[in-house]
């Protein structure tokens, strides 16, 4: 099983490690199920995509540590727009559409802001972007729900990833991860339990497996009580 995980991994992370550069990883209907972004208005196609796309890509990470280093050497291709001429699939390239078009020219190198995102870094992003997609006045009771799903999905993924990951840990906290989860911790519902449930849990695996505490430590304990009751039980409860 586990060199089945590898070699699935091994398909869509880095070129080899010897390379100058880092190559683009091929976007597979796994892959493009994960770094679609959480556009609005969301729909159930889109959503359920990403929801089946993270379950399966958490279960490669399971208990695999080798997977987890793989995965985080994975840099997406950027979605690429599809010619004017096309007429099927939208504005950009879906699995399903055939082959994908030719690659775009490659960012000037003189950009840092232009530099390549791995996967963990999208995926923070994206959860950070639906935050901002549920966060907005007026949206539908649908739609919300729809959002709710795919922040579930992201949430459930990086807590796979996390788990007994330092350095992923560590990226995901430099991507700014801990302010999207503190924010959200700091405005407690009584109606919605899920999603803040699953805020905690995985802010209590950046605290367990965190090598650099201070950050984390200090959010925490400025967090309401009741935003962090039992997160050391939780943990040693999953483990």
């Not at 080798?66 to 096309?86: E, F, G, N």
């Not at 559409?97 to 963990?120: F, I, M, R, T």
Request: charged share 20%.
């Amino acid at each position: 099983m586990l060199v089945c995980k590898s070699h699935i991994l091994s398909a869509r992370s880095l070129t080899h490690p010897d390379a100058d550069t880092p190559a683009n990883s091929p976007v597979t209907p796994l892959l493009f199920g994960l770094i679609i972004p959480p556009n609005s208005p969301l729909d159930r196609t889109s959503v359920s995509s990403v929801q089946f796309a993270a379950v399966l890509f958490a279960h490669l990470l399971r208990h695999a540590p080798y997977c987890k280093d793989l995965a985080r050497k994975i840099i997406p291709s950027p979605l690429t727009p599809l010619p004017a001429s096309s007429t099927a699939g939208g504005a950009f390239f879906v699995p399903a559409d055939g082959e994908p078009p030719p690659p775009s020219e490659p960012p000037a190198k003189d950009d840092p802001e232009d530099a390549p995102q791995n996967l963990l870094t999208l995926l923070t992003e994206h959860l950070s972007l639906a935050f901002l997609q549920r966060s907005r006045a007026g949206l539908a009771p649908r739609e919300a729900r729809e959002a709710d799903r795919v922040i579930c999905a992201y949430l459930s993924l990086l807590s796979q990833w996390l788990w007994e990951d330092p350095r992923a840990v560590r990226e995901f906290l430099e991507a700014g991860g801990l302010g999207v989860l503190v924010e959200q911790l700091n405005q407690p519902s009584e109606i919605d339990v899920v999603v803040p449930g699953l805020c905690a849990f995985l802010l209590g695996v950046c605290y367990e497996f965190n090598r650099e505490p201070g950050e984390v430590t200090r959010c925490v304990s400025h967090l309401p009580r009741s935003s962090t009751d039992g997160l050391s039980i939780d943990i040693v409860r999953t483990s």
